[in-house]
């Protein structure tokens, strides 16, 4: 069972248009949450995390909001740039600081 | 500024056969894993290791084994490869921050027939 579920497998938008990924968890004890980006034949980076004690998290063109009551967050890009287009996953850990992983969403940013 | 470096990169071979994958950091961690990345299964942890001289099982630990070498080192080995372990491979680190992310290698694309 999931613990952490992207529900959109694939976003298409606009360049200079806000993308927004979004990821759901059911583990209430997650308290600490990441995204990262993963380009086709590269490994994984670090893009943004976000501590359950914040709702919001920003970092140049990239924001992570969390809603604790709701078990969601979400990673809003804004403006899209085609450099953008990778593969995002979310992920989630709690005390035992395992990571837990989405499936991703593929993000595809049209010129 | 190497990060983490996995070897090789590009791996076939045939059902039965064994080979280690080889993976290395230069930032110091602690902590090393493996993933395996299958489409449509995102990433799955196949082992970790929390500080040099201890290993631990992932969610699919079965067909593999590791060593960790010393803290820089930690490698993966098939013993007898089946065609349901090819699949991405990718090597990653962390430090002691508690809340520290995982550094990637580049992956390994294994292919077995």
């Known amino acids: 069972d999931q613990q952490v579920k992207q529900n959109s497998p694939s976003l298409s938008v606009q360049e200079g248009r806000i993308s927004i990924l979004n990821c759901d968890y059911t583990?209430?004890?997650?308290?600490?949450f990441l995204w990262y980006k993963k380009y086709p034949a590269e490994g994984p980076t670090f893009l943004i995390s976000i501590s359950s004690i914040k709702d919001k998290n920003e970092d140049g063109r990239f924001t992570v909001f969390l809603n604790k009551s709701a078990k969601h967050l979400s990673l809003h890009i804004v403006p899209s740039q085609p450099g953008d287009s990778a593969v995002y996953f979310c992920?989630?850990?709690?005390?035992?600081?395992?990571?837990?992983w989405g499936l991703g969403t593929s993000l595809a940013v049209n010129p | 500024n190497a990060g983490v470096t996995q070897t090789p990169k590009f791996q076939v071979l045939k059902t039965g056969q064994s080979m280690t994958l080889q993976c290395a950091q230069d930032m110091n961690h602690n902590s090393m894993y493996w993933y395996r990345q299958d489409p449509g299964m995102g990433l799955r942890l196949i082992y970790y290791s929390a500080s040099e001289g201890t290993t631990d099982k992932g969610e699919v630990p079965n067909g593999y084994n590791v060593s960790r070498l010393n803290k820089r080192e930690f490698s993966l080995r098939l013993e007898s490869a089946a065609p349901s372990q090819t699949s991405v491979y990718f090597c990653?680190?962390?430090?002691?921050?508690?809340?520290?992310?995982?550094?990637f290698g580049e992956g390994s694309r294994l292919t077995v027939l």
């Open positions: 992920a989630a850990s709690g005390d035992n600081r395992k990571l837990i």
């Open positions: 583990n209430s004890m997650f308290d600490y």
């Open positions: 990653a680190s962390r430090g002691l921050v508690v809340t520290g992310e995982l550094f």
